[in-house]
């Protein structure tokens, strides 16, 4: 049965930038396949809402910032454990662009995350230091809008992230497996699915939306 998106409901496309896209610095695998299926379901939603990675040169999560580290391995932060990046997604970069594929005109906002050099942020509510807001809780409150279904890059780390806060702030959110991609590194993906199905995140794929 086809899912009845109302115009309150709201797509969050989460990450769709050149550094995630093939041939760039951070690439996940298919993630140029995407973006025609997420420009299709983006024309069922009245609103629709973007999230951008975007970093200084020198953000603490690049391993280059880290004499000796390498990609993918690990540090602790006041925050926490912090994966070790490819430098990604450098403000004011081709990589940091949003991809000129995506056909969604009507998008009404962009949250831009990762900003700060000394915390990273994946999710598109809040940053990993788990209490720096980016507004986004706000902006959806004040506009009395309804469901949300996420689509996007990467659906292990930025997509299940902003998935998961949104379930902790009480919202209604589902992600759409096949509008994603993952990194999948270590075990990662089969972990966020873990986590989301136990925060009640829901599971969709797109033609559940589309028919």
């Known amino acids: 049965m086809t899912l009845d998106i109302t115009p309150k409901d709201v797509l969050i496309v989460v990450d769709v930038q050149y550094d995630f896209l093939p041939g760039g610095s951070l690439a996940v695998a298919g993630g140029d396949e995407i973006v025609p ?8 939603f009245t609103n629709v809402v973007l999230t951008q990675d975007w970093h200084p040169a020198d953000h603490i999560s690049f391993a280059s910032q880290h004499p000796g580290m390498e990609p993918f391995q ?28 995506l056909d969604i005109p009507h998008a009404q906002l962009v949250i831009r ?47 299940s992230w902003t998935a998961l806060d949104a379930a902790d702030a009480g919202l209604d959110v589902s992600v759409v497996e096949d509008a994603t991609r993952a990194i999948d590194s270590n075990g990662s993906l089969a972990r966020a699915w873990a986590n989301m199905q136990t925060a009640g995140v829901g599971r969709l794929v797109s033609k559940d939306i589309l028919g």
């Open 37 to 44: 299926l997420i420009n299709t379901l983006a024309k069922r």
């Open 74 to 101: 690990t540090i602790e932060l006041p925050y926490g454990t912090q994966v070790l990046w490819p430098d990604h997604c450098v403000w004011n970069t081709h990589g940091a662009a949003l991809s000129a594929d």
């Open 113 to 159: 995350k990762g900003y700060n050099r000394a915390v990273d942020s994946y999710s598109g509510f809040q940053e990993a230091d788990r209490m720096t807001r980016t507004g986004l809780t706000g902006y959806l409150a004040e506009r009395r809008l309804g469901k949300l279904y996420v689509v996007g890059i990467a659906t292990d780390f930025c997509v």
